[in-house]
T-cell receptor
């Protein structure tokens, strides 16, 4: 089935640094979604991308829909302690538009 | 406020017991989902339902059962057949297929 691979798997950064992470797939996606999961909570939708090449921002977060439609990128600028959590990419599963395939996640730790 | 509610937040189960996790939404969403998350791991789909009275197995359905008698409710039963049930369980719902809304999760521990 479809797989979404995220990298890095985890990262430790200092407060104020910029963060970049990506999500790649062997198959084409028509939509990319980015979620953040705070410790002990459910994931929350951050950004949705619907068109190849699209660049969308949400505050300090910027996500891009790769032009090949097989990848997506998420950047966080000037990280703060509350950015800690797991970031997941997701896209609609083949043949079942109502079901999402989730990436493996990138765990972000921010040190002061 | 519209949202999706999971209860309880923490649940302890003795070996051999069945337990039921509750998931209720008032978002008028058609589709609902159950995911399992193990420590440091991603989300694995257990069951999903696109309409009332219909549901499909996900990737790890063995040892679990669900029902969808009402649009608002999608309870998950963890049966004694599930050999390793300790995990964090997440319920989600969606209307157009994208942009799931997740509950805050239930942490199940076998004692």
């Amino acid at each position: 089935g479809q797989q979404l691979n995220q990298s890095p798997q985890s990262m430790f950064i200092q407060e104020g640094e910029d963060v970049s992470m990506n999500c790649t797939s062997s198959s084409i996606f028509n939509t990319w979604l980015w979620y953040k999961q705070d410790p002990g909570e459910g994931p929350v939708l951050l950004i949705a991308l619907y068109k190849a090449g699209e660049l969308t921002s949400n505050g300090r977060l910027t996500a891009q829909f790769g032009i090949t439609r097989k990848d997506s990128f998420l950047n966080i600028s000037a990280s703060i302690p509350s950015d800690v959590g797991i970031y997941f990419c997701a896209g609609p599963s083949t043949g079942t538009a109502s079901k999402l395939t989730f990436g493996t996640g990138t765990r972000l730790q921010v040190t002061l | 406020d519209g949202g999706i509610t999971q209860s309880p937040k923490y649940l302890f189960r003795k070996e051999g017991q069945n337990v039921t996790l509750s998931c209720e939404q008032n978002l008028n969403h058609d589709a609902m989902y159950w995911y399992r998350q193990d420590p440091g791991q991603g989300l694995r789909l257990i069951y999903y339902s696109q309409i009332v009275n219909d549901f499909q197995k996900g990737d790890i359905a063995e040892g679990y059962s669900v029902s969808r008698e009402k649009k608002e409710s999608f309870p998950l039963t963890v049966t004694s057949a599930q050999k390793n049930p300790t995990a964090f369980y997440l319920c989600a719902s969606s209307s157009l297929g994208y942009g799931y809304t997740f509950g805050s999760g239930t942490r199940l521990t076998v004692v």
